[in-house]
């Protein structure tokens, strides 16, 4: 429920989760759903005084793109591609941190979810390299740290990066081998509780 992100950083970071459910939805061509997730992200854009990156023209894009996946993708990327240059412009930088910790933790969350059903090669080659992700928002979240709410997402990213001890970096396409079931087990243990902690 959208109505229930009372802060700048719940409703920044939810942001960011909204728009990778976005992108799930319209993979597996949920035209619906991916409607009814863009008119949420759009309350949340204009709470965020970003209505103009995720405004009725948009919407009306998406509706009538609605069974072209590939025009959908394109919507979604300059949508949010207008939303980072105006906050980086607005020097909003901060908002537009919580919105990648947001889009981080919910695409490693779907991912780990499929990958302890499947072990599937593919998806742990990118899980392993998410590590990188992980790494460059901590750093810059960093710079916010007196901040007590990113603080604390500071706290719990440091979690799940915890979690990924003992796991290489991939090279290449392939992870077989390098990623256990129970560090799979692990690591989805701690992106559950870091995504618990920001989905209300």
Same mark, same amino acid.
């Given at each position: 429920?959208?109505?229930?992100?009372?802060?700048?950083?719940?409703?920044?970071?939810?942001?960011?989760?909204?728009?990778?459910?976005?992108?799930?939805?319209?993979?597996?061509?949920?035209?619906?759903?991916?409607?009814?997730?863009?008119?949420?992200?759009?309350?949340?854009?204009?709470?965020?005084?970003?209505?103009?990156?995720?405004?009725?023209?948009?919407?009306?894009?998406?509706?009538?793109?609605?069974?072209?996946?590939?025009?959908?993708?394109?919507?979604?990327?300059?949508?949010?591609?207008?939303?980072?240059?105006?906050?980086?412009?607005?020097?909003?930088?901060?908002?537009?941190?919580?919105?990648?910790?947001?889009?981080?933790?919910?695409?490693?969350? !779907?991912?780990?979810?499929?990958?302890?059903?499947?072990?599937?090669?593919? !998806?742990?080659?990118?899980?392993?390299?998410?590590?990188?992700?992980?790494?460059?928002?901590?750093?810059?979240?960093?710079?916010?740290?007196?901040?007590?709410?990113?603080?604390?997402?500071?706290?719990?990213?440091?979690?799940?990066?915890?979690?990924?001890?003992?796991?290489?970096?991939?090279?290449?396409?392939?992870?077989?081998?390098?990623?256990?079931?129970?560090?799979?087990?692990? !690591?989805?243990?701690?992106?559950?509780?870091?995504?618990?902690?920001?989905?209300?």
């Amino acid at each position: 429920s959208v109505s229930s992100f009372p802060t700048i950083f719940l409703k920044s970071v939810n942001l960011g989760i909204l728009g990778v459910d976005l992108g799930y939805a319209t993979v597996f061509d949920q035209n619906q759903t991916s409607i009814y997730y863009l008119s949420k992200m759009q309350k949340l854009a204009a709470e965020l005084n970003l209505s103009t990156q995720f405004n009725s023209v948009t919407a009306k894009r998406f509706q009538t793109n609605v069974q072209n996946r590939d025009s959908l993708y394109k919507i979604i990327l300059e949508s949010f591609n207008e939303a980072h240059k105006f906050l980086i412009q607005n020097k909003r930088q901060d908002i537009g941190l919580l919105i990648s910790a947001g889009c981080f933790t919910e695409s490693l969350y !779907l991912t780990l979810r499929y990958a302890a059903e499947t072990m599937d090669a593919r !998806l742990l080659s990118l899980i392993s390299r998410e590590q990188l992700m992980l790494n460059n928002l901590l750093e810059l979240l960093n710079s916010y740290k007196n901040n007590a709410e990113i603080s604390g997402l500071i706290l719990r990213l440091k979690d799940v990066k915890l979690a990924y001890s003992g796991i290489p970096i991939s090279q290449g396409n392939s992870a077989s081998g390098t990623i256990t079931a129970e560090q799979v087990r692990l !690591l989805a243990a701690s992106i559950t509780t870091l995504r618990n902690g920001i989905v209300k």
